[in-house]
């Protein structure tokens, strides 16, 4: 049996099961490099992520193109994206800008 968690794995989930803060989705925002909006996570579609390693891909609420994805910390092999291993689960971010409301800072 695999503990594996399924899509969907939110951003929250990952915090909570790390054993960080609490953390809502609607607290985190990010901004699309391609149409430029500050968007919430908790607004973004999510899709089942394409890399086995990832688990949840959210995508511009506009889609352009992910900017966060969740999923297995080792890699999270989406080019150029900031990293984070929370526990046993990790949260990629594509975007130069970074994540803003994260706990703890950036990821
Ligand atoms: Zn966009």
């Given at each position: ?7 969907p ?36 579609p ?62």
């Amino acid at each position: 049996m695999s503990a594996s968690p399924e899509h969907p794995l939110g951003i929250e989930d990952v915090v909570s099961r790390g054993g960080l803060s609490p953390a809502s989705d609607s607290l985190v925002t990010i901004r699309c490099e391609v149409c430029g909006v500050m968007q919430r996570a908790s607004k973004m579609p999510l899709e089942p992520a394409e890399d086995p390693s990832e688990i949840t891909a959210y995508r511009c609420r506009n889609g352009c193109a992910v900017l966060l994805v969740t999923g297995h910390p080792s890699p999270i092999p989406l080019p150029g994206a900031q990293r984070s291993r929370i526990g046993d689960y990790g949260i990629g971010a594509n975007t130069t800008a970074g994540i803003e409301g994260f706990p703890g800072g950036q990821p």
